[in-house]
């Protein structure tokens, strides 16, 4: 779009509409990891590890 010499204005949508959309694949992607992984590794006995998890997925949100 910018090679194009598009409307700066369009550009800027289109790259929030991007955004938006890899903030939604992020989501699946974490509650798909929360479900299944770390819901594992507390059942098999792994807790320290599950935390572990826990606090890093906690960082990486206070980043976003």
Do not use: F, P
């Given at each position: 779009?910018?090679?194009?010499?598009?409307?700066?204005?369009?550009?800027?949508?289109?790259s929030l509409?991007?955004?938006?959309?890899?903030?939604?694949?992020?989501?699946?992607?974490?509650?798909?990891?929360?479900?299944?992984?770390?819901?594992?590794?507390?059942r098999s006995?792994?807790?320290?590890?599950?935390?572990?998890?826990?606090?890093?997925?906690?960082?990486?949100?206070?980043?976003?």
């Amino acid at each position: 779009m910018v090679q194009d010499d598009k409307y700066c204005l369009d550009i800027i949508n289109q790259s929030l509409a991007i955004k938006q959309a890899l903030s939604g694949v992020e989501d699946v992607v974490l509650e798909n990891h929360l479900a299944t992984h770390v819901l594992e590794q507390v059942r098999s006995g792994q807790k320290n590890r599950a935390l572990k998890e826990y606090l890093a997925i906690y960082k990486l949100s206070r980043n976003k």
